[in-house]
């Protein structure tokens, strides 16, 4: 199963716009910001889009930016965003989806509600043959799993 869902530990009050795609071939699910916010020249914002994702646990989705906001010198912050199967529903945030975007432009970049903040694209993982075993499970939220939150 594969699918969107509004997290209940809201960080606005706006409607909630769900993540689509613009075309019918397109690969990438847009997500939309549920407030407004300006990223300084040179600055970094984590936007939470109040969108939650499950999937299954062979898969991934990779957080881009959209072609538009790179021709605003708007990208994100880590380069790509990395959601795993077990960031939905954690206890930290409820697998609030997030996105790190850097203004790489001169002047200050305000979104508006509604306003794409970024693209989500599911994918298929392999793992190799001769992984050790792991037993531990995720209890945080965005950047749990780097040990330093």
């Not at 795993?84 to 997030?98: C, F, P, T, V």
């Not at 975007?101 to 509600?113: A, D, E, I, Q």
């Amino acid at each position: 199963m594969r699918r969107f869902e509004i997290v209940n530990k809201r960080t606005s009050e706006s409607e909630i716009k769900m993540p689509q795609r613009a075309t019918k071939f397109s690969a990438g699910y847009d997500f939309f910001s549920p407030i407004e916010f300006t990223i300084e020249p040179n600055g970094v914002y984590l936007v939470f889009s109040d969108i939650k994702a499950q999937f299954e646990e062979d898969e991934v989705l990779i957080l881009c930016t959209t072609s538009g906001m790179g021709k605003r010198g708007i990208v994100c912050g880590n380069n790509i965003g990395v959601i795993d199967a077990d960031y939905y529903n954690n206890e930290n945030n409820e697998g609030n989806i997030g996105f790190l975007l850097r203004n790489l432009g001169s002047n200050p970049y305000t979104f508006k509600v509604g306003e794409k903040i970024g693209q989500g694209i599911f994918m298929k993982y392999l793992t190799v043959d001769n992984e050790a075993e792991i037993n531990s499970t995720r209890t945080g939220g965005f950047g749990s799993t780097d040990g330093k939150v």
